[in-house]
């Protein structure tokens, strides 16, 4: 339970820290948690591409099959590739961890893999949509990339063969009397698998899978609300009809 609510705290405090300190415009994601053929190409994204680093530690895989209407079958097929401990198929009611331990992650990046599965709630789906499409090449970094809106990440840009390899165009700015090199947009340097258009739709569901892997009951939520909201208006009605006839003879 402590170590949850560590791994809670930890994903939140960097949402603070960049919200105080300004930073790079975020681009609006378009996600919609409810297109759940979205969430499951997201899903399928997320195990290439995030999960051989990276654990959704609080999410169970039969959770996603539930909601997507993947039957087992499918989800050991598209998204289940790992062994237990006894070098078993995991099961589809597991959660989805990683073999990866902190000793290692700190040996090869420097740092702890950070659990992605409050990322998008702790940070926002901007932040993630953003984050994913401004990586670009920095030869002074040991991976050789780094990011827009987190400046001297320690993670490779992992998703460069589909979008290719971008550098930055850097301005040169004034701020309290002192001569401030930025970067002024990111150009593409080397074309990757997949166009401008095709990148973004991947990174959309990727972000929209992210999205609803933070609070997967959120529709649900909404859904409940807007009836509790429509109950409580005829309830309203109701009893205000009923305030009346009960007070017509007192006025």
Excluded at 76 to 83: D, G, K, M, S, V
Aim: with cysteine; hydrophobic share 40%.
């Amino acid at each position: 339970m402590k170590k949850q609510i560590l791994t809670l705290i930890l994903s939140v405090l960097p949402t603070f820290a960049y919200a105080a300190g300004g930073g790079v415009h975020l681009d609006s994601a378009p996600i919609d948690t409810s297109d759940m053929e979205s969430v499951k190409r997201g899903a399928k994204h997320f195990i290439d591409y995030c999960f051989s680093c990276h654990e959704a530690g609080y999410m169970r895989y039969n959770r996603i099959a539930r909601d997507t209407g993947m039957t087992d079958a499918e989800l050991r097929e598209e998204l289940i590739f790992t062994t237990n401990e006894k070098g078993e198929p995991t099961k589809v009611g597991s959660l989805m961890k990683v073999a990866m331990t902190e000793d290692y992650a700190r040996n090869v990046f420097g740092t702890a893999v950070p659990d992605l599965t409050l990322t998008a709630r702790a940070r926002g789906a901007d932040w993630v949509y953003t984050y994913l499409r401004t990586f670009y090449m920095d030869p002074y970094r040991p991976t050789g990339n780094n990011n827009l809106v987190f400046p001297d990440v320690g993670m490779p840009n992992v998703l460069s063969s589909l979008q290719g390899v971008q550098r930055a165009v850097y301005k040169t700015e004034t701020r309290q009397g002192v001569e401030v090199e930025t970067v002024d947009r990111l150009e593409l340097a080397q074309a990757g698998s997949m166009t401008a258009e095709e990148f973004d739709v991947f990174v959309t569901d990727l972000t929209n899978f992210m999205v609803y892997l933070a609070e997967p009951v959120q529709n649900e939520r909404k859904s409940l609300g807007i009836k509790v909201l429509i109950f409580l208006v005829i309830f309203f009605v109701l009893a205000y009809m009923l305030k009346k006839e009960y007070w017509k003879d007192v006025h």
